[in-house]
């Protein structure tokens, strides 16, 4: 039902979001603008999506767009690959996209008869000059012929816009506020039949949403595991009065999950997250066992709702505010990624989710990750932070070779810093402490107008305040230089001991292999490697090995396992479509992950 425009008239920006072919993924957004810029509106759709630092260029899903006076048509310039200039209107201007929404992702837009999710950068229209007002967005439910199951439903942390005719109701479609435009993208939107729970921590309201098909699934077991790691989080950066972050921009935190059949990955906003996990990662009703695959899951959550604190409100200062026309470059994301997988394990630990031994054993998972990869000694954290838009969000077959991850080598550098914090003062003082101080500074009153953020080099300055330590030479040498940090050293200092890792059985390649319909192919080729010396490539698709066929990765291993390293053997290979013949001396079993234990 359409709302009258005389409901509307304190807030002058009003979108309008419309599934119109659930079958052809379409939707259509209405964006009105009370007052025009006098010479002509400039708008324009988001390059890319805060939290993922990649340009996807979101515009280039826009199908149709055109703009109205009134009645009358006005003409709409395009100026580049995202942005138009309306001609001049007095009264009101609406334009009107027919948005194609298909991306199996939390970064965009997924629309069919099941379900729709969306983020606000794949469909809102950026107002250029009056970013700053409150925008009303009313949510249309789609034609009941179109859908499967109905009806549908809506779960997003964006605000209803209560007092206003024609606001939506809990979960319903209708009227929705955002205070400003920024706010109006971090609030993505799911729509359909999922399974949901809701629980609350510390008082504060949180619901847990699953779509997709998942026979059997364990929703009591999930929401208990996830309300202790919600409580622990909030307990940690408010000891004192136990706050919810998310309460200064929504009265609830949704977790919007989408299960398949593979999928893997998340995204934060400042009261939600977009999370995508397999469905046998889920546990199934009456099998109390916790396999990698929940644990997995688990950690996801406890990342992304750590982000709620450490980069939705304590930011780098370059994302203060973000510019979203354009790469925004900082070198601080090994703080905001790595410290988030520093403590997205730490906190299953600490709200007893998992036990000590389980966590050093993803620790060691990590140690080993970062260890196997040639490019820790090309790029620091550093640098892997800023070149982040053009190498890490765009690796290839090269990329373990030619850069380190910000996310992995990020939380060894914060696991090193938090003993060096240790074992400076006494075992006073810790990383935990550099996180609240951060929160106090810069994360608390974010929102209410004190848009602040963490700036490039004040990192060791922030470290010494917090806990009287001087960490500059630490990052000196392991976050601005390429070293490796001493891992195992620091955690001999805590009483954690090292078992050196067991080798595989079979002597090794050098190499990471993908299976590729029937064939092998060489994923990476480790530099140096057995596979490098002897001349093979990366992509290459391996045939034989002295003359026998291999069929599947496992297949390569089990062969390799009746030669001892040194030996040289005959490789086949396809280059392109040419064959190919290389010797191979066969190098070491490649390592497994180290074991680390307390005692
Ligand atoms: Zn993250």
Known sequence: MPVPAHDMTDTPIHYRLAPIDLAGHRCEVTLTIDNPAPDGQIVSLPAWIPGSYLIREFARQIERIEARCGRRKVALTKLDKHSWHAAPCRGALTITCVIYAWDLSVRAAHLDETHGFFNGTSLFLRVHGQEHLPCLLELVEPDSRQIAHGPWRVYTSLPEARGVAGAARRHGFGLYRAPDYDALLDHPIEMGTPQVASFTAHGAEHEMV?????????????????QRICEAQIAFFEPRTRRAPFLDSAERYVFMTLVTGDGYGGLEHRASTALMTSRNDLPVIGNPEQTDGYRGFLGLVSHEYFHTWNVKRIKPAAFAPYDLARENYTRLLWVFEGFTSF????????????????????????????????????????????????????????????????????????????????????????????????????????????????????????????????????????????????????????????????????????????????????????????????????????????????????AVDALLARYRPGQIVRIHAFRRDELREYRVRLAEPAEGEPVFFAG
């Not at 929703?219 to 208990?224: E, K, N, T």
């Not at 070293?483 to 002597?507: C, H």
């Open 210 to 226: 699953f779509t997709g098909i998942v026979p059997g699934l364990d929703l009591a077991r999930i929401v208990s595991d996830c």
């Open 343 to 554: 403590y997205d394990d730490v906190f299953l630990l600490r709200a007893g989710v998992i036990d000590r031994k389980a966590y050093l054993k993803l620790l060691a998972r990590t140690v080993a990750a970062v260890e196997r990869g040639p490019g820790r000694l090309k790029q620091s954290v550093a640098e892997s932070s800023f070149d982040a838009w053009s190498r890490y969000y765009r690796q290839d077959e090269n990329s373990p070779n030619a850069i380190v991850s910000y996310y992995t080598k990020g939380s060894l550098a914060a696991l090193g810093l938090d003993i060096t914090i240790r074992n400076g003062s006494a075992g006073k003082r810790s990383l935990d402490d550099v996180m609240r101080l951060m929160w106090r500074t810069y994360g608390r009153d974010f929102y209410q107008g004190r848009m602040q953020g963490v700036a490039e080099h004040e990192f060791a300055e922030l470290i010494l305040e917090a806990t009287g330590v001087d960490a500059s030479e630490f990052i000196a040498r392991y976050v601005d230089g390429r070293e490796d940090v001493p891992v195992r050293e620091l955690l001999a200092t805590q009483g954690i001991r090292t078992q050196p890792a067991k080798p595989g059985l079979s002597p090794s390649l050098d190499v990471r292999l993908r299976a590729q319909g029937s064939d092998v192919v060489l994923a990476t080729v480790y530099e140096g490697g057995a596979a490098h010396r002897g001349g093979l490539s990366a992509l290459d698709v391996l045939l034989a090995i002295d003359g026998l066929r291999v069929g599947t990765p496992a």
